[in-house]
């Protein structure tokens, strides 16, 4: 049996340790993956049925909202069937519950914003939490959130009559291509 001096033992566990980040990472791009691109389609459709029926557009986002919940539920089941691992359980909807709470106390109840301003809140609320979750998940969260954040504001002072469309494009097809990266990366 040989014997290991420290700083190979050293360098053995340093690569552990970055191979088990890298799973670690890849499993979180995985299942984000997943849901980017699940929440993107939903997203994108809901902003094109807005554009069109805009006097519905609350119930329009009420849908998206508890199909999207559900389909997060469906995604988490199939991957807990294969991983083991719960994704999405009763706290994370707690969590996304007090987090769309909050939301709408500032657009409904504080803020009283206007239909294009309610418009624009709600992508650039949900991306600053993927822009922040980059900064311990990885920088693909953190591209997408700035890239769907500053197409947003763009669209939001420069597009005029076809933001909804616009929306659909960046809000909508940025998650999809953001989550169609993840599974690349």
Do not use: C
């Not at 670690?24 to 029926?53: D, K, P, T």
């Not at 197409?151 to 933001?163: H, K």
Request: aromatic letters at 16%.
């Amino acid at each position: 049996m040989t014997s290991v001096d420290p700083k190979e033992a050293a360098s053995a566990l340093s690569d552990i340790d970055a191979i088990a980040h890298r799973v670690r990472q890849s499993q979180i791009y995985n299942l984000a993956s997943l849901m980017l691109i699940m929440w993107g389609v939903l997203v994108f459709a809901g902003h094109l049925v807005v554009h069109v029926l805009p006097r519905n557009a609350l119930m329009i986002w009420l849908a998206v909202t508890v199909l999207g919940i559900a389909g997060s539920f469906a995604i988490s089941a199939s991957t807990r069937a294969r991983t083991g691992v719960r994704t999405f359980d009763a706290r994370f909807l707690m969590a996304f519950l007090l987090f769309l709470g909050f939301g709408y106390l500032w657009t409904l109840g504080l803020g009283h914003f206007t239909a294009r301003q309610m418009d624009t809140f709600w992508p650039l609320y949900f991306m600053l939490v993927y822009t922040i979750a980059g900064l311990w998940f990885g920088l693909a969260f953190v591209a997408i959130g700035l890239g769907v954040t500053v197409l947003t504001l763009i669209g939001y002072f420069f597009i005029g009559g076809w933001f909804h469309l616009w929306m659909a494009v960046v809000n909508g097809g940025g998650m999809i291509l953001g989550g169609l990266w993840m599974r690349r990366s």
